[in-house]
């Protein structure tokens, strides 16, 4: 992490906070706030104490995309996009998606462009009753990147997709929620109490068995179901190995909360 880090990490029962802190710009991503976040992405998945990962933003947004301050406006721009998306953005990506915990995204404001991106990248969306949503590279002449073109259809559907993509319109979190971009909306004085109640379930659920949940799901996307079917089993076979799987008969026996390691 730098001296002026972009993002704040912090960790409380279980759960890491990864806060994007580029207010003044909406947090928009530029080269220090993707090498902050990827820190704190490596430094989550290492600690044994950090059982789910919240990311979130700083002010009025999630994250508004890439700061196009760094763009240069010449012939080199295209190959600069390019080399950005391979060597950066697209390992940010596929870190979100390998990552053995559970990372959710707190969609606390306008989440536009590689930042609605980067939303998608995670596990599960809650948002405030506030939160604005737009995919917006059409508005600059780009098509949606960031896994976007993956990740959107998958969640709301072709059409909605393409419809976003297209036009580059904003909708609002109910929208959102109606088409089934985020799974939560929560009012924006509830909001810290609706992520808490989320993280703290997960963060003290069983972690092998959560991360073998997210592995799974992965797998089965492009998966027949014969595949899927053996990869099931080889999982069930790791997650019944693991002391949480006869501590949680025994709390279900007991009619007792699971006291999962």
């Not at 759960?15 to 207010?23: E, I, S």
């Not at 391979?86 to 606390?108: D, E, Q, S």
């Not at 737009?134 to 960031?146: E, H, Q, T």
């Amino acid at each position: 992490m730098t001296n002026t880090p972009t993002v704040i990490y912090a960790v409380d029962n279980g759960v890491a906070t990864l806060t994007l802190h580029r207010p003044d710009v909406y947090n928009a991503l530029n080269a220090q706030l993707f090498d902050d976040l990827m820190a704190a992405l490596r430094q989550a998945e290492r600690d044994a104490a950090v059982r789910c990962l919240v990311i979130t933003g700083t002010g009025k947004a999630f994250c508004s995309g890439q700061d196009l301050r760094e763009v240069p406006l010449d012939d080199s721009a295209a190959t600069m996009i390019g080399d950005r998306l391979r060597t950066r953005y697209n390992p940010l990506v596929l870190k979100l998606r390998t990552l053995g915990k559970p990372v959710i995204a707190a969609v606390n404001g306008v989440a536009a462009g590689a930042g609605l991106s980067l939303a998608l990248a995670c596990d599960l969306r809650i948002a405030t009753a506030d939160a604005l949503f737009s995919a917006a590279f059409v508005k600059i002449g780009l098509i949606p990147d960031c896994g976007m073109t993956y990740f959107l259809p998958r969640l709301v559907g072709p059409s909605r997709a393409l419809r976003l993509a297209f036009s580059g319109e904003t909708i609002d979190a109910a929208t959102a929620l109606a088409w089934g971009l985020v799974e939560e909306v929560a009012p924006p004085e509830g909001f810290h109490a609706a992520v808490a109640a989320l993280t703290s379930s997960l963060a003290s659920g069983p972690a092998v068995a959560l991360s073998l949940i997210k592995r799974s799901f992965i797998h089965a996307d492009g998966s027949t179901l014969e595949q899927t079917l053996e990869y099931e089993a080889q999982a069930q076979q790791i997650a019944g190995a693991h002391p949480d799987f006869p501590e949680g008969v025994a709390a279900f026996r007991a009619k007792r909360p699971a006291q999962f390691q």
